[in-house]
Structures are given as C-alpha cells and as structure tokens.
Nanobody, 116 residues
C-alpha cells in the first residue's frame, strides 16, 4: 500500500506560481508512473502531467510550457511546478502513482485557486 500526501496548494493571483509536492510513504525507485491530475469545480478529473521512472514526461495541452513535472527518488517525492497560472487552472490537484503503466494509488488532493 502506498500513501501519498500532497502539499503546496493555495490561493494565487493570475500570472503567479505554485509548486505542488507529493510525498510517498514508500520508496519510489520501482514506481513507474507518477502523475498529477486535477478536477475543476463541476468537471471531471483530468490528467495534467505524468512522468515515468525513465524520466519521460507528458502534459495536457492546456499546461504545456507552463507546468513542469519532476521526481526526486531519494526524497520519494514528485513535484509539479506551475507557472503563469490562470483562473482556469483552479481545481483540486491529485497526485497518483503506479508500478505499471496506470495509476493505482491516489492522494487526497490539494486545492489550487487562481484569482483574476
């Protein structure tokens, strides 16, 4: 069982930055997929960014060039650096990890609110 704890959310003005962190309760050296999802108010959850054990990354078109995902295996943590934030980025952000290609474990979420 993997427990994930997100942090770093909050309220920020449009154009600002936030860095989300997700700390795992176990070593992540053997975890392949690590990602961030978000769920805006009244909408479905969507993938924001993902990173594999080999370092390959993928991003939603809406965040390309603004968000960067990274992982620190030694710290058992995955990060999401969010720059040039927009009101449309307002959502609950969830961390997810999986040993294979999919995501098996989820965090509780952290709220990000971007004011215009």
């Amino acid at each position: 069982q993997v427990q994930l704890v997100e942090s770093g959310g909050g309220l920020v003005q449009a154009g600002g930055s936030l860095r989300l962190s997700c700390a795992a309760s176990v070593s992540i050296f053997s975890i392949n997929a690590m990602g961030w999802y978000r769920q805006p108010p009244g909408q479905q959850r969507e993938l924001v960014a993902g990173i594999t054990r080999g370092g390959s990354t993928n991003y939603a078109d809406s965040v390309k060039g603004r968000f960067t995902i990274s992982r620190d295996n030694a710290k058992k943590t995955v990060y999401l650096q969010m720059n040039s934030l927009k009101p449309d980025d307002t959502a609950v952000y969830y961390c997810a990890v999986g040993y294979g290609l999919g995501y098996d474990y989820w965090g509780q979420g952290t709220q990000v609110a971007v004011s215009s």
